[in-house]
Each structure stands twice: as structure tokens, then as C-alpha cells.
């Protein structure tokens, strides 16, 4: 069984920090690509960032770049998204989610994350 669980959700203002973590099963994550997408409220669920298996190749969403990073520790089978400057359109739930390849499409992901809430006030 795959399993994504995500942390490190929560409140903040705009301009500050937050990291997300995804732990995934050890199967999964040294053979998936790793992705980050999120949702907001009456919103298609949409890519934000995503790793290759090796780490040496990252995708970032044109509203993110500059502003995230998304990493990978393979001794702790976790992804990392690192969002700095944050506004308050970056409010959604976000989604870990792995698949064999990359996609910027949800509906190519078979494995996801429970969902983590990050709001960012004015």
C-alpha cells in the first residue's frame, strides 16, 4: 500500500515562510517522481512543483518560480516544499502526489496525500 502524508500546513502572513513535508512509503519514493499540487476553494486541483527521481531535475509552476523550492531526502523518504514570500493567493490545500513519471496533470497521479491547509493573510 502507497502512502503520502503531508505536515507543515498551517497559518501565516504575507511575506513569511512555511515548509511542507511529504514522508512516503520507502517502495514508492525512490522510484517515483515526486509532485506538489494544491487547490483552492472553486479551483482545478494544479501543479506547483515537481522531482525526478534523481533530484537533479525540478518543474515549477510561473507562479511560483523564485519564490518555492521542492527537495528530496532519500534517507528519510520525504519531499520537501520550501514556499518563502508567500501571498495571499497562494491559499489552498496542498497535495503530495507520486507517479512513475512527470506530469503537470492531477489526473496522471494515481498515489496522493491526505492534503495539507496553508492560508496566507493579507
Known amino acids: 500500500q502507497v502512502q503520502l502524508v503531508e505536515s507543515g500546513g498551517g497559518l501565516v502572513q504575507a511575506g513569511g515562510s512555511l515548509r511542507l513535508s511529504c514522508a512516503a512509503s520507502g517502495r514508492t519514493f525512490s522510484n517515483a517522481v515526486m509532485a506538489w499540487f494544491r487547490q483552492a476553494p472553486g479551483k482545478e486541483r494544479d501543479i506547483v512543483a515537481g522531482i525526478r527521481r534523481s533530484g537533479a531535475n525540478t518543474y515549477y509552476a510561473d507562479s511560483v518560480k523564485g519564490r518555492f523550492t521542492i527537495s528530496r531526502d532519500y534517507a528519510k523518504n520525504t519531499v520537501y516544499l520550501q514556499m518563502n514570500s508567500l501571498k495571499p493567493e497562494d491559499t489552498a490545500v496542498y497535495y503530495c502526489?507520486?507517479?512513475?513519471?512527470?506530469?503537470?496533470?492531477?489526473?496522471?497521479?494515481?498515489?496522493w496525500g491526505q492534503g495539507t491547509q496553508v492560508t496566507v493573510s493579507s
Open positions: 502526489a507520486a507517479s512513475p513519471h512527470y506530469y503537470s496533470d492531477f489526473t496522471e497521479y494515481e498515489h
